[in-house]
């Protein structure tokens, strides 16, 4: 017999039994949506940042500015700790999406 149980549902369930009932392909349908919507934010803070980067180049302001980046960090930092996700694994993904929007910046001056 394989990790699920007979009938397909999930035994060791943590999420408050909210899911106690769904199959195994039903959370991995629950995955994609959540990944869809993931790369839609992603799209979407790259978007932003982009039209950032062109109040910067009106402004001839530089592309990077670390004191915002700290800020960002720190926020996130406090963002996943209230919803019990790693803080540095978060923070390691914030540092990503930045670096794309710094190449992005750089690319349409
Ligand atoms: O807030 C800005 O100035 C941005 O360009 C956005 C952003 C970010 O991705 O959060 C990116 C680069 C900067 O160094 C700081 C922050």
């Known amino acids: 017999m394989d990790d699920d149980d007979t009938n397909g549902r999930r035994t060791g369930d943590r999420m408050n039994g909210t899911t106690e009932e769904m199959s195994l392909s039903e959370l991995r349908e629950e995955i994609e949506e959540i990944d869809r919507e993931l790369v839609e934010l992603i799209a979407r ?4 940042a982009g039209t950032v980067a062109e109040v910067k180049a009106e402004r ?11 800020r960002v960090m720190e926020r996130v930092g406090e963002n996943a700790e209230n919803f019990d996700v790693d803080a540095n694994l978060v923070k390691a993904i914030f540092r990503l999406l930045i670096e794309l929007n710094k190449v992005e910046q750089r690319e349409s001056r």
Do not use: G, K, N
């Open 45 to 48: 803070r790259t978007y932003v």
């Open 60 to 70: 001839d302001l530089p592309t990077t500015d670390e004191s915002q980046e700290a």
